[in-house]
């Protein structure tokens, strides 16, 4: 089936798309990106703070956890939409296909587009990709028989649990890996004794154990000892935004670019205005629960609307619906991620960006038995649910290969994030994509071409 028939039908046939209507969908899908630019940056990222504040989090913490499930939204949809409604075919290469672009594209796009360079953290990084790592192993060893059972989901779900568990104790045992691994790790105590440089910047005083400052609070510094602002909403919104509210939305720039930019999006800054709640202003800041969720929920719409006009667009252009999968709808699925790592990262903010670059995938991976338990044990239990298992030892390696290569490239450069590792990341990133196509075309390995609708 064509990659199309999963959405509704377009607004112009293949014949007028193919006579210039396709104009069009390139336009709606430029007007998507600024849509979720907009929703990452004005209401995603504040509700974020405000959580991360609310429950001491660090910023990779925070990263792996509510920015992960908020960005990764649009893939809990689309999982639970694959079970309940369409009841199709949730094969392998559908939850595991933007998985390179994940880790290498989004990383890729961090370090280049963004001025900063950030210091990095060796244990948020190790600990997000080997849980990412042990998550790939468990979706593979459930979906092997191409059946899940309702204690294959439930295994899944444990497994996120204990990932949860994980991350409560970060503290101790990030403090644990620092005090074993920087004798013997001369590039990670060279890393530490830089990030101890910076302390005094963020609120870190001279004392015996700097990394203790607080119990409730983990070694990255984002929040103040004696403020009741996190360092994370200081460096996003400036300090002039801390204790007033920020300029209204319907305040027009002065700048010509900026003012045609906020012309063009005033139906979306209207739409957002009148259905989530800002919560960086005083009077909406209990509500920053309901500006999560609203804001994911408008992510996933956008996404959606993204996904089905780049999947429309690559069939009128006759690509195989097998590099679609592989490149334009990869990167389409990932752009929230995409969106709100770069304006993390460009803020200096690296631990966070890269925990949820890799700490999205092991929400993906595992969320995914949610809807498997939920229909398995309640809906229909007594049959299990069908998936597909095609090529599981071919994106099995592929996936650790990209692991590896992210944390070597980290590794040599240093435990920064900047252009230099961007750069690197973007280089690997369309050599394991070219792979993946070269093998989806069958010019490499046994696999027979498909193409678009085949």
Known sequence: MSPSSEFPEGFFTKQERADGGIIIY??????????????????????????????????????????????????????????????????????????????????AACGLLSNVVSTLSCWPLFRDCAAYMISVAAVLAIIFDNQVYWYEGTSLLLIYGLYVLVLCFDIKIN??????????CTCLAKAMEE???????????????????????????????????????????GLSQVSEDPPSVFNMPEADLKRIFWVLSLPIIILLFLTTPDCRRKFWKNYFVVTFFMSALWISAFTYILVWMVTIT??????????????????????????????????????????NIVGSNVFDMLCLGVPWFIKTAFINASAPVEVKSRGLTYITIFLNISIIFLLLAVHLNGWKLDRKLGLVCLLLYLGLATLSVLYELGIIGNNKIRGCGG
């Open 195 to 237: 990030r101890s440089e910076q302390q005094p910047l963020t609120g870190w005083e001279d004392e015996d154990q700097p990394f203790i400052r607080r119990q409730s609070r983990t070694d990255s510094g984002v929040f103040h000892e004696d403020s009741g602002y996190s360092q994370l909403s200081i460096s996003l919104h």
């Open 26 to 107: 390139f336009l709606i899908i430029l007007y998507m990106f600024m849509a979720m630019s907009i929703v990452c940056d004005e209401y995603f990222l504040p509700s974020l703070e405000i959580i991360s504040e609310s429950f001491g989090l660090s910023q990779n913490v925070a990263g792996a956890t509510f920015m992960a499930a908020g960005s990764s939204a649009p893939e809990l949809v689309t999982a639970f939409l694959g079970v309940f409604i369409t009841e199709g075919d949730i094969g392998i290469s559908t939850i595991l296909g933007s998985a390179i672009y994940n880790l290498l594209g989004i990383c």
């Open 175 to 184: 403090q644990y890996i620092i005090k074993k691994c920087s004798p013997c």
């Open 314 to 355: 690559g069939e009128t252009l006759e690509i195989p619906d097998t590099v679609m999968g592989l490149t334009l709808l990869a990167a389409g699925t990932s752009i929230p991620d995409t969106i709100a790592s770069v304006l993390v990262a460009r803020k200096g903010k690296g631990d966070m960006a890269m925990s």
